[in-house]
């Protein structure tokens, strides 16, 4: 099964840690080629040694998704050293944590926390689209996958930016897949649920501000926090010949929380 992704080319960001790692690293035990990027180089390093461990082929490519030539820049090294690009998987993002962004009320979210999560959700998944449909309308063919968020599907009090940011992720990768449906390129969005192994959410735990037993026998229908394991099998089910039909979906990942 998955036969299609070997040899093949998949750019990720935010791969330092979380879905991004596992996603990545996933790929890489389907034979794909992994061009690694993330803001801080020790993470993404990391992520490229452990590829290379189970004998994968990866890059690290230093990158901040809300900068427009930083992501111009990663794009083209990707294509520069492997040839081409085959998959994108754009999953940086921020948001409410209790630690570096607060829970608070819409009325309440600073300029420079809205910026901030905006810049790196919303503009961010902008900018790698912009330059990664360009090469894959090139090649005929591409799947690119967002990360969005349940909270992008159902508002939750104190995620003032984040849940708008995540739903218009939704909306962006809707546009980009009615544009390029015809080219060949396939975008979808990931809608993943209260998921531990990442950094938002193990933050908030660490923090007090989630409880996952709580979350697990109130919140959560089928009973159980997601893993990032969860997040990647989603991913790779996008990205497969498996559905090569589907094009625009928001795709929740989070044990019915859509419901």
Known sequence: MFEEFKGKVLFVTGAGSGMGRATALRFAELGCKVAVTAR?????????????????????????????????????????????????????????????????????????????????????????????????????????????????????????????????INAITQTAAVENAKAGVRVNSICPGPTVGTNLMDASIASGDQDPSFMEENVIPDGKMGTTENITDGVVLLCSDMTSHITGMALPVCGGMQM
Not at 47 to 58: D, L
């Open 40 to 168: 801080r180089e020790a993470p993404g390093l990391e992520t490229v040694e452990k590829i290379k461990e189970i004998g994968g082929e990866a890059i690290f490519i230093q990158c901040d998704v809300s900068n427009e030539e930083s992501v111009k820049a990663a794009v083209e090294k990707t294509i520069e050293t492997f040839g081409s690009l085959d998959y994108a998987f754009n999953n940086a993002g921020c948001g409410a944590d209790g630690k570096n962004i607060p829970f608070c009320p819409l009325t309440e979210v600073t300029e420079s926390d809205w910026d901030k999560v905006i810049d790196t959700n919303l503009k961010g998944v902008f900018l790698c689209m912009k330059y990664e449909i360009r090469q894959m309308v090139k090649q005929g063919k591409g799947a690119i996958v967002n990360t969005s968020s349940i909270g992008g599907l159902k508002m939750v009090p104190g995620f003032g930016a984040y849940g708008p940011s995540k739903a218009a």
